[in-house]
């Protein structure tokens, strides 16, 4: 059977999320690692969701890859594609939304795509084209100092104008409130205008279902997870996709290691009580740069740790720190030796039986999922909104839990192992 819907999220995590999503909606879900090859297979999934390593990485890479993707997920029989970035719209000043969305859009001949990284149950809103964490404009939250996408702009109208090649509109609030139709009417009307981009508004889940059936016909759509939730029933309407959750989803036996490298607020929250209860080290990116095997001696450290207990291992820290970091050893460059850190670890340590893996950071969740060889994932219980476990399903035995830096409760790590037996 042919897939349905498919998907390209820029990060693993923000792909696991989607995938949870979809998921809750009753569809059947393949997240696969990497641009697929030819003899990938899905089952007899509805949707298939490719993640790539492409947030930050050079534009015209992120657009081959991503094009990839889509060339083979339309192969497939995929007849809606959904781009899928960070709730907080995460990029640099040079993409690479924007540029990914022009030649997803060109590829496929669309006349218009929407914008909409709404995610309202961890308090993403989009109202006006401004995009609000929980209370507060983008700007003003803790994601204007994201070590990698500082986001210094709260308006999606301006930061899509400056990404992307095309003119860029807006469908309010209020229009989106009076249902599809209206929703279809005002992006006739800004085809007509030779808008090629219209940011959508939204205050709550009913908005994106609202948005979701408005967008039953569109070939592309763009945006964060939420903008998922509307579009399987239009699927189920059709009598393409059935209806139920189907899973085999059995979590590994084996010892725990949580992994963080996001340096967000939300994270270092999460760190700080997690840090009260077990075993933590943290990488020294100081001893790294010298050339110190920090990776054998934080492997000695965690097989030394009680088995009985999670182990915690961490390059997580404040803003100032980092600024420090970055200045001696550049943005790219302090980040890259985390990262290969981190995976290393990763890899030693799941050879040595920590078989449940918690990461926290999407570049460090793509990491050590590009070390750890996995192909594809099989999405599993849900631990917070837009976080669940996964199974890797390849040789190595693996139950996976790749968390977005901004997701999540204080509890979220304590949290993610109650939820498994």
């Given at each position: 059977m042919p897939i349905v819907l498919g998907a390209i999220a820029d990060d693993f995590t923000g792909a696991t999320d989607l995938a949870n999503t979809l998921v809750s909606e009753g569809m059947r879900v393949v997240q696969i690692i990497g641009v697929p090859g030819p003899e990938e297979t899905?089952?007899?999934?509805?949707?298939?969701?490719?993640?790539?390593?492409?947030?930050?990485?050079?534009?015209?890479?992120?657009?081959?890859?991503?094009?990839?993707?889509?060339?083979?997920?339309?192969?497939?029989?995929?007849?809606?594609?959904?781009?899928?970035?960070?709730?907080?719209?995460?990029?640099?000043?040079?993409?690479?939304?924007?540029?990914?969305?022009?030649?997803?859009?060109?590829?496929?001949?669309?006349?218009?795509?929407?914008?909409?990284?709404?995610?309202?149950?961890?308090?993403?809103?989009?109202?006006?084209?401004?995009?609000f964490v929980g209370e507060l404009p983008l700007a003003e939250s803790p994601m204007k100092d994201h070590p990698l996408t500082p986001m210094r702009d709260s308006n999606l109208m301006r930061l899509m104008d400056a990404q992307s090649s095309g003119q860029v509109g807006l469908i309010p609030a209020p229009i989106v409130q009076q249902g599809a139709e209206a929703i279809r009417a005002k992006i006739a009307a800004l085809i007509t205008e030779g808008i090629s981009y219209a940011v959508i508004d939204a205050l709550d889940e009913s908005d994106l279902r609202t948005i979701g059936k408005a967008a039953e016909d569109h070939s592309l759509i763009t945006g964060g997870s939420g903008i998922a939730l509307g579009l399987p029933d239009n699927f189920r309407a059709r009598g393409k996709i059935t209806s139920g959750r189907q899973t085999t989803f059995a979590a590994t036996e084996g010892r725990t290691l949580i992994l963080a490298g996001s340096c967000s607020t939300a994270t270092r929250a999460q760190l700080a009580q997690a840090k009260e209860k077990w075993p933590h080290a943290k990488v020294e990116i100081d001893k790294v740069a010298a050339g110190d095997?920090?990776?054998?001696?934080?492997?000695?450290?965690?097989?030394?740790?009680?088995?009985?207990?999670?182990?915690?291992?961490?390059?997580?820290?404040?803003?100032?720190?980092v600024d420090a970091i970055q200045k001696r050893y550049g943005v790219a460059a302090s980040g890259q030796m985390m990262?290969?850190?981190?995976?290393?670890?990763?890899?030693?340590?799941?050879?040595?039986?920590?078989?449940?893996?918690?990461?926290?950071?999407?570049?460090?969740?793509?990491?050590?999922?590009?070390?750890?060889?996995?192909?594809?994932?099989?999405?599993?219980?849900?631990?917070?909104?837009?976080?669940?476990?996964?199974?890797?399903?390849?040789?190595?035995?693996?139950?996976?839990?790749?968390?977005?830096?901004?997701?999540?409760?204080?509890?979220?790590?304590?949290?993610?192992?109650?939820?498994?037996?």
């Amino acid at each position: 059977m042919p897939i349905v819907l498919g998907a390209i999220a820029d990060d693993f995590t923000g792909a696991t999320d989607l995938a949870n999503t979809l998921v809750s909606e009753g569809m059947r879900v393949v997240q696969i690692i990497g641009v697929p090859g030819p003899e990938e297979t899905y089952g007899d999934a509805d949707a298939v969701v490719v993640a790539l390593k492409s947030r930050t990485a050079p534009v015209e890479e992120a657009i081959a890859d991503s094009l990839a993707a889509l060339n083979w997920l339309q192969s497939e029989g995929a007849e809606q594609i959904l781009f899928k970035y960070c709730s907080t719209f995460d990029s640099t000043a040079q993409g690479n939304i924007g540029p990914v969305a022009d030649a997803l859009r060109e590829a496929m001949g669309c006349e218009l795509a929407l914008i909409c990284p709404a995610f309202p149950k961890n308090g993403r809103t989009v109202y006006n084209g401004v995009l609000f964490v929980g209370e507060l404009p983008l700007a003003e939250s803790p994601m204007k100092d994201h070590p990698l996408t500082p986001m210094r702009d709260s308006n999606l109208m301006r930061l899509m104008d400056a990404q992307s090649s095309g003119q860029v509109g807006l469908i309010p609030a209020p229009i989106v409130q009076q249902g599809a139709e209206a929703i279809r009417a005002k992006i006739a009307a800004l085809i007509t205008e030779g808008i090629s981009y219209a940011v959508i508004d939204a205050l709550d889940e009913s908005d994106l279902r609202t948005i979701g059936k408005a967008a039953e016909d569109h070939s592309l759509i763009t945006g964060g997870s939420g903008i998922a939730l509307g579009l399987p029933d239009n699927f189920r309407a059709r009598g393409k996709i059935t209806s139920g959750r189907q899973t085999t989803f059995a979590a590994t036996e084996g010892r725990t290691l949580i992994l963080a490298g996001s340096c967000s607020t939300a994270t270092r929250a999460q760190l700080a009580q997690a840090k009260e209860k077990w075993p933590h080290a943290k990488v020294e990116i100081d001893k790294v740069a010298a050339g110190d095997d920090v990776v054998i001696e934080l492997t000695d450290w965690a097989k030394a740790q009680p088995a009985d207990s999670p182990v915690i291992i961490y390059g997580s820290a404040d803003p100032v720190e980092v600024d420090a970091i970055q200045k001696r050893y550049g943005v790219a460059a302090s980040g890259q030796m985390m990262e290969d850190t981190l995976s290393a670890l990763a890899l030693r340590l799941a050879d040595a039986g920590f078989h449940r893996l918690v990461v926290a950071g999407g570049e460090t969740s793509g990491a050590v999922v590009s070390a750890l060889d996995i192909k594809m994932l099989e999405i599993g219980p849900e631990i917070a909104p837009g976080v669940p476990w996964t199974q890797a399903l390849g040789p190595r035995p693996l139950t996976l839990a790749l968390k977005s830096g901004n997701f999540g409760q204080p509890s979220f790590f304590e949290d993610a192992l109650k939820v498994l037996p």
